[in-house]
């Protein structure tokens, strides 16, 4: 009987930060999530000791190109020479040529450390990649896959529901929920990173993952979970928290939007925490920090978004 390995990608160094995960049949294979080029050591060992050859790896699958997500996929592929990659129409442009990709990155992290997170990132030949569209399902040894459009987060953004296992691997679009943070508990809070949050879809979005009916949540950050109503729940009440925040930029100056932001973004992930008696530590603030300016600057983004437009 098949299996599904979590593989913690120990993105930026820190671990249970960002996952990947090997679905395993017979000897052969599925990646799901690929993480940076650093990772993929990783993946090759856990393949390795699954009894995956690189050659038996059919597919890789990316959620959205963001690269803690897809950026080490040409490297996998690389490796594992009859593998796939499956990925939506607007990921599947950039990763044939990421240079946009990896232009916008460096402007948001600098150059140094740029190289430092996500390492080299090279073309995918067209020839490797297949698109798969909104609703469409695939058949992969005893496993039925459908891939989801789920915008929000990202528009370039799918999951994957698999009836087989009664899972849904979410990507980003079912928040963020750090073993770290959660002394023994569950809680989870939503990610509104550049260059493409949108709330209202964000919460459609939610709604989608549980019309499937699935009973895990293969988040990319991370690991599986469950009760996936009650993770919804807070997961809107976070992005009404977020919405709010947004509607309060008006009257501020543009140097003061990124700074409240972050105050807000705080003041939502406390909230969330507050309502399952979690207390944060100063070390689940250092691990946080990251998340809390790039959420905020999605804030911001789609504030200056909606005012270009009007």
């Not at 950039?94 to 990709?101: A, E, N, Q, R, T």
Request: proline share 4%; aromatic share 8%; charged share 25%.
């Amino acid at each position: 009987m098949g299996k599904v390995i979590t593989i913690d990608t120990e993105y930026a160094n820190f671990p249970e930060v960002a996952s990947a995960y090997l679905i395993e049949e017979e000897g052969r294979g599925v990646v799901v999530e690929t993480n940076t080029t650093h990772a993929i050591p990783r993946i090759l060992k856990t393949m390795d000791s699954s009894g995956v050859k690189p050659q038996n790896l059919d597919y890789v699958i990316v959620t959205h190109v963001h690269l803690d997500h897809a950026g080490g996929a040409w490297a996998l592929l690389e490796a594992c020479p009859n593998a796939i990659l499956l990925a939506h129409p607007k990921t599947a442009k950039h990763l044939m040529d990421p240079s946009l990709l990896i232009r916008s990155a460096t402007s948001v992290y600098g150059k140094e450390n740029f190289d430092s997170l996500y390492g080299e990132i090279k073309p995918i030949p067209k020839e490797r990649i297949r698109i798969m569209e909104d609703g469409e399902w695939l058949t992969w040894q005893d496993h039925s896959f459908q891939f989801i459009y789920t915008r929000g987060h990202a528009n370039h953004h799918f999951c994957i529901y698999d009836r087989k296992t009664n899972g849904i691997y979410t990507g980003d679009s079912f928040g963020i929920s750090y073993p770290h943070l959660e002394n023994g508990k569950r809680f989870i809070f939503p990610t509104t990173t550049p260059t493409d949050f949108d709330s209202v879809e964000a919460k459609r979005s939610l709604d989608l993952i549980l019309e499937t009916g699935a009973e895990v949540a293969y988040l990319t950050h991370f690991g599986p979970i469950g009760d996936l109503k009650g993770k919804a729940e807070d997961l809107k009440e976070g992005l009404s928290l977020c919405q709010e925040a947004i509607s309060q930029l008006g009257n501020v100056t543009k140097e003061e939007r990124l700074p409240l932001m972050e105050s807000k973004v705080e003041n939502m992930i406390q909230t969330l925490a507050n309502k399952h008696s979690i207390t944060l530590t100063e070390l689940d603030w250092k691990l946080l920090r990251l998340d809390v300016n790039l959420n905020a600057q999605g804030l911001v983004y789609a504030f200056e978004k909606n005012q270009t437009k009007s």
